[in-house]
């Protein structure tokens, strides 16, 4: 079996840049087939970049649930792990993976047949409607797939192959984005088949990264198997995967519901709002799933420490995290400020749309910065296996800025929903900082406890 004490025995700072760069690296790559897939979506027209604006909600579900559950198998298994309890992290894993099957087949099911009313919630063109749903039955399909992906990928990071992650993950998001405009515009025996083809690039990608996960995972050990036996405290697995894995799932999943409202209010005051938000959010990955490779990169190094008790490295790497993410968002402040029309025109040629895509990111970058806090507690909280106060910071972030937003439109109007997304990340960061204090305080106290409840 591999050996993972480098976790706890690692400095600080080379451990987190060794865990998190890799990740980094993916995610970037992740957040840039983001943007080329909708960039070609794009030039379809702009009914059908409002289509996946308005689809995004519900698509964003199964990536929810796959990677929230991921985290939950994650936790459990770099804490045992840490603990030294071999058997409990192989039932972890072994479970985590059957049940992550079984979460994508549910969502398959329900989202696909919510998908027409849900849409046509938003607007009653015709074309924006059959694009949503051309796209998102052919990526809906591909649900089992991604919560399968997902699970290996956390399985692998708790073990500390942040490499072996990045790589599957490079290859699904270029085979993606090479395939994209292929499909999409057609090139030689190769219909032209419009988003049906961005959604089939979609899943192709996903599941070329999955097949790498299975060959690497059996052809050589990482430190975990597929193997269940009956062990002390082993019903407590499933609760703790659970409890951080519902906690992480609706932390993913609380975005989509913010965008969901969110278009309810902007669609009141013009269509055109409804892509600008899309367009942010599209633009808004670069610098999220950034700081998101630094959260995956801590998350088992957190866990694993934590079942080995070492209180002081947790703290060592969230001071880490933070600053790095700070930095992160820094970035993102400054090239939102300084060429918002052209991040903006990457997804519209409307001049008005531009103009005011463009006013809309120099409000919200206002809150990038100040975000960091909120980032990188949640990570730590998520790798102590404390997901209830990461949700409580979401639940912050993601809920009550619909709230705000909606006051705040009653004086600014559609302005008012650009303004209320750097007020609310002020309110969550506080509020991020006091749960880190209250939860490493009680943590020592309980971590103990932990390792004896669960066998």
């Known amino acids: 079996m591999a050996d993972q004490s480098f976790m706890k025995e690692k400095a600080v700072l080379p451990l987190v840049l060794k865990m998190s760069l890799p990740m980094v690296i993916s995610m970037l790559v992740n957040a840039l087939y983001n943007i080329v897939d909708s960039f070609f979506v794009a030039q379809i027209g702009e009914d059908a970049m409002t289509a996946l604006s308005l689809i995004y909600p519900l698509q964003n579900l199964s990536g929810a649930v796959g990677i929230g559950f991921g985290v939950g198998i994650n936790a459990v298994v770099a804490f045992f792990l840490g603990a030294k309890k071999q058997q409990h992290a192989d039932n972890a894993v072994t479970s985590g993976l059957i049940l992550s099957i079984l979460h994508g087949v549910l969502l398959c099911i329900v989202c696909a047949l919510s998908a027409r009313a849900f849409i046509s919630l938003f607007t009653e063109s015709q074309s924006v409607i059959d694009y949503g749903l051309d796209y998102f039955y052919i990526v809906v399909a591909f649900a089992p797939v991604v919560t399968l992906s997902m699970a290996f990928e956390k399985i692998f990071q708790a073990v500390g192959r942040m490499k072996t992650t990045m790589v599957c993950l490079l290859v699904g998001c270029i085979l993606n984005i090479i395939l994209d405009p292929l ?58 995967m659970y409890a951080v894995g519902v906690s992480a799932t609706l932390n993913l999943a609380l975005p989509s519901f913010m965008i969901t409202a969110l278009n309810a209010i902007l669609a009141a005051y013009s269509q055109a709002y409804v892509l600008i938000l899309g367009a942010y959010y599209k633009l ?46 820094a970035v993102g402040t400054i090239l939102c400020l300084a060429v918002p029309q052209w991040l903006i025109g990457l997804f519209t040629d409307n001049p008005d749309t531009i103009t005011h895509g463009a006013e809309a990111l120099r409000i919200i970058c206002g809150g990038f910065i100040v975000s960091a806090a909120s980032v990188a507690v949640s990570g730590v909280l998520e790798g102590l296996g404390k997901g209830v106060p990461s949700l409580i910071i979401s639940v912050v972030r993601y809920i009550a800025i619909i709230g705000v937003a909606y006051l705040l439109t009653l004086a600014f109007k559609a302005q008012g929903v650009w303004h209320a997304f750097w007020i609310t990340e002020i309110i969550a960061a506080a509020l991020s900082v006091a749960l880190y204090f209250i939860c490493i305080r009680r943590g020592r106290k309980h971590e103990l406890n932990d390792c004896e409840e669960l066998g």
Do not use: H, W
């Open 284 to 329: 808004q990955t670069f610098i999220y799933f950034t700081a998101n490779g630094i959260v995956q990169g801590i998350r088992p190094v957190v866990g694993y420490n934590y079942g080995a008790g070492r209180a002081d490295r947790v703290r060592s790497v969230f001071l880490v995290s933070l600053i790095m993410s700070s930095a992160i968002m």
């Open 183 to 240: 499909l999409i515009s057609g090139f030689m025996f190769i219909p032209a088949m419009g988003v049906k083809g961005a959604a089939i690039a979609t899943g192709i990608g996903q599941t070329s990264s999955l097949i790498i996960y299975i060959i690497l995972f059996f052809a050589k050990p990482i430190g975990v198997r597929l193997k269940y036996a009956r062990v002390e405290g082993g019903r407590k697995i499933f609760g703790r």
